[in-house]
């Protein structure tokens, strides 16, 4: 079953299939008024069902235009507006959802959850976000490295400054898939995940974790950071101080003035990044943010088979 749930079991050959489809049919828009579905209208008829246990915009939004412009359609559900709410398992819901829709995008709470749902799931289901990761949003941003620099990803050398959380997690990952290099500067007590550490050592890329934000950024051609208080985290005082010495502001932006800023939103402006970055000319997060609308598209048609 091709499901998405994370960069390792889709294989470099996919991640770059998919990478280059979202391109093309980027590409392949430019210029169009608004309001039209994709000319070959793929996945006609289809439909996706998404569940989020979470907050989303952005995903939400974007894997719900991919649909429409793909020509499919979807049925979004807040998991406690469903009987998952009252105690219907996870595993009973994908045999339900199985026999009715095409397939299946869940953000999470725990990544258990997520692998629940595709080992009891007979169609596709894709990961929307977990404590653990964010393959999505990292594909779009290395699809917006891609489409700035007129590079492939692999080779290149990106910094990831803050917490080590699920992008973190994701980049990690990618960086070891695809053979990128990538430097964390992340303080101590907020180590990206050990056995997603562990694992991306043993692949390819080289990954580094050092405890200076200056050093992390070093040769990098992307700087890329995340909120320090991930969705359902507790904002803890400690927390905030350990990260502040990582923020991604002009002074540090300043000693790679040829490097592009991502950052997946939703931005925390004055915690993780100062309004002069963000906004700035080195930023790229709005095309980064739209980006995901052509990678889910990619990544929904690898899914179902039409690639
Ligand atoms: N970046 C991202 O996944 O945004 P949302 O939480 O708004 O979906
Ligand atoms: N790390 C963030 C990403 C939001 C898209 C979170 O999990 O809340």
Redesign the pocket.
């Known amino acids: 079953m091709p499901h998405f749930l994370d960069f390792a079991s889709a294989g470099a050959p996919a991640l770059r299939a998919i990478l280059d489809a979202a391109h093309a049919r980027k590409a392949a828009r430019a210029g169009w008024p608004r309001g039209r579905t994709d000319s070959d209208a793929p996945l006609a008829g289809h439909v996706l069902a998404m569940i989020f246990e979470?907050p989303?915009t952005?995903?939400r939004y974007s894997f719900d235009m991919a649909m429409r412009q793909l020509g499919g359609s979807t049925i979004v559900s807040q998991a406690g507006e469903m009987q998952l709410g009252r105690g219907e398992t996870v595993a009973d819901t994908a045999r339900v959802l199985s026999r009715m829709v095409d397939a299946i995008m869940l953000r999470s709470n725990r990544h258990q959850t997520l692998d629940a749902l595709a080992s009891n799931a007979d169609v596709p289901v894709i990961n929307g976000?977990t404590?653990i990761s964010?393959p999505v949003?990292v594909l779009a941003d290395i699809m917006t490295f891609e489409e700035s620099t007129g590079r492939k990803v692999e080779g290149s050398c990106w910094a990831y400054l803050g917490?080590g959380?699920?992008?973190a997690n994701s980049l990690i990952e990618a960086a070891s898939v695809l053979h990128f290099d990538l430097r964390l500067g992340v303080p101590h007590g907020y180590d990206p995940d050990q056995a997603v550490m562990a694992t991306a050592g043993c692949r390819g890329g080289s990954i580094d974790l050092v405890r200076s934000a200056a050093s992390a950024v070093e040769g990098a051609e992307v700087v890329v950071t995340?909120?320090w208080?991930?969705?359902?985290?507790a904002e803890a005082k400690d927390k905030m101080s350990a990260m502040a010495p990582f923020q991604v502001n002009a002074g540090l932006m300043a000693r790679v003035p040829d490097a592009l800023f991502l950052h997946?939103?939703?931005a925390h402006r004055g915690e993780e990044v100062t309004d002069d970055v963000i906004d700035g000319p080195q930023s790229r997060v709005w095309d980064e943010a739209e980006n995901r609308l052509h990678v889910q598209k990619a990544i929904l048609l690898w899914c179902l088979g039409a690639l």
């Open positions: 979470k989303s952005r995903t976000l404590d964010h949003q917490d959380n699920n992008m995340d909120t208080v991930s969705m359902g985290q997946c939103l939703p």
